[in-house]
């Protein structure tokens, strides 16, 4: 069963945005060269008050720990009270897909986990 693959984390990132919860986010499963076999998992979600990128991935293959990054920005970024206000509700919603990715992710190793001592 993949782990973290794009058709897996495409299917997580559609059921969060179903549920409502992506406050309008538009985060999508970054194309990654798979590291040894395996598909790496890495969530890109674009802010529109920075110039920064900010991605999600796992810890590491395997486990269910999810992190974001903030990349350094490359310019100076001057926001009005009500910019700053858009940009912690766009930080609230990666923070919100993070812990839902790692949920999602600790499902999975579970079911997996059942699934290989059932047999």
Not at 31 to 49: C, F, H, K, W
């Amino acid at each position: 069963m993949p782990f973290r693959s794009k058709e897996t984390l495409q299917a997580w990132l559609d059921e969060h945005t179903a549920s409502g919860a992506d406050g309008g986010g538009v985060a999508y499963v970054a194309d990654q060269e798979a590291v040894d076999g395996r598909d790496s998992g890495l969530v890109v979600y674009p802010l529109s008050n920075a110039t920064t990128s900010v991605y999600l991935q796992a810890v590491a293959v395997g486990r269910p720990e999810w992190r974001v990054t903030i990349e350094a920005q490359p310019e100076i970024t001057e926001l009005s009270p009500e910019g700053i206000y858009d940009l912690c509700r766009e930080l609230k919603n990666v923070a919100d897909l993070c812990s839902f990715l790692q949920a999602k992710s600790v499902e999975h190793l579970m079911s997996f986990r059942e699934a290989d001592s059932a047999s």
